[in-house]
């Protein structure tokens, strides 16, 4: 009988696009913040950027990969560091971004991307009394907007009115994630300290059920197996060593399954995806992704393999699967930001002896189309999201695409047709001076930009010497280790031989 487990997904290969295709000098924030930093869709990936005073945020176009100078058009409307941020998934032009100044800043990113600083937001929600830390769109609910803030309130927003529709107050420690169900009537939230894992119904503002989480107190992070119903949290064990729980809802009293990794200090962020039931799993300093196939039997988790990179990660994030290389064999790609301000392209295949779409590999995925409008959903109605077969003719086809139109008179919002603030680059000059100083800003601000490139080509370096210098210590070692071990064996030969002679003697001496 085989041993071998039978699964189409055993052998999915990792690889990194081509340098020149992936996206050099983005000067990513370095806060220490439990976030991923970056969000991608078909269109953009957006990131924070490093900023000293109020929160800036880059949005790139994916098509156009290369190296972005220090003055790269950036989003400008928060006072203090953004600390998350959230695309729309039905309408990929608007971004949310949530930051230290209380605020959550809606935007309307014209296509193409940038070509100048953005300082008016569509429009602004306010009321929050602590900085606002995490942001997630509903999954089939159009304009549907929930936010987390630092005093532990959990908020759905209806964006389009900026109305604060529901205010959950169930926790008293920290939230480290929120994540919804496929059809968005649930959230599972993850409470390290407490050590608990809750299901909350949040129209009915009840908390469903909870159980026992991880027993360590670091971050950890959901993620809802849309496809089976199961949840999934990356946490910490008693002893700091890394930890999967899986739980069936329907028996939410004890884990269906554990798995135990090493120890680490980093918390995993677990990315899954339904069509192949493949989970991906990054960790904030590491160098290396791992990823295990889900199933339905025990041990329900299999370890499939490590993708590895040189630098360390600060933030990933999954591209939708509508911008897959279909006819490659493409089942997932991550847009990973690195420790030197590059954004790496990760492509994961299925090899395939084929050229040809593989249909197997690509069951039906949701639309990128809402199934309720927000009304509807703060009404109680509940619908499952609309899929559809993923071909390549399906993705040359237009989608019907969600509207977002701010309603009159909305509450705490800042109107995009409001006059925006002059900038001191558009402010007409009222004598040379002026002038004068923003060139020479302009200047300093291009050497440091390039002094910042040089520094961080030069660290590239320095860190490649450093793994071949260890390459090296570590082939030395193994050869000396080599040499002791042979001169062992020949003193002990040498011995040997010198009783054989003895012996021979012995027995010639014997004879006469």
Known sequence: MSRVRNSKFR???GA????????????ATQSSWDSNFIKVNTKFFATVWRATGGGRVGVIPVDQPGRYPVDTPLLLGHTRPVIDLEFNPFIENILATGSEDCTVNLWNIPDGGLTENMTQPLLTLSGFTKKVGMLKF?????NVLMTLSADHVIRLWDVEKAQEKIVLNQHTQQVTDVVFNEDGSLMATQCPRQKLVRIIDPRANTVAMQTAG???PKAAHLSWFKNRDWL???GFGRQSDRQLLFWDPRNFDKPMATETMEQAPGAFTPFYDEGTSVLYLFGKGDTAIRYYEIVDQA?????ISTFRSSDSLRGAAMAPKTSLALNECEIARFYRLDSRDKVEIVHFTVPRKSDTFQPDLYPETPDAIPVLTADEYFAGEIRPPRKSALTPESLGQAAPTASFQVAEGATGVTAASAAPAPSPASSPASSPAPQRSNAAVERLEKELGDAKATIAEQKGKIDELSAQKEQLESALTETTAEITSLQTELQQLRIRMRAQSAEAEAEAEAEE
Do not use: D, R
Not at 16 to 27: A, D, L, R, Y
Not at 299 to 303: G, I, S, W
């Open 214 to 216: 991880h027993l360590g």
């Open 16 to 27: 990194t696009e081509k340098s020149e295709n992936c996206f050099h000098q983005i000067c």
């Open 11 to 13: 052998h999915v290969f």
């Open 138 to 142: 509903h999954p089939t609910a159009s």
């Open 232 to 234: 999934c949290s990356a």
């Open 299 to 303: 041990p329900f988790c299999h370890y």
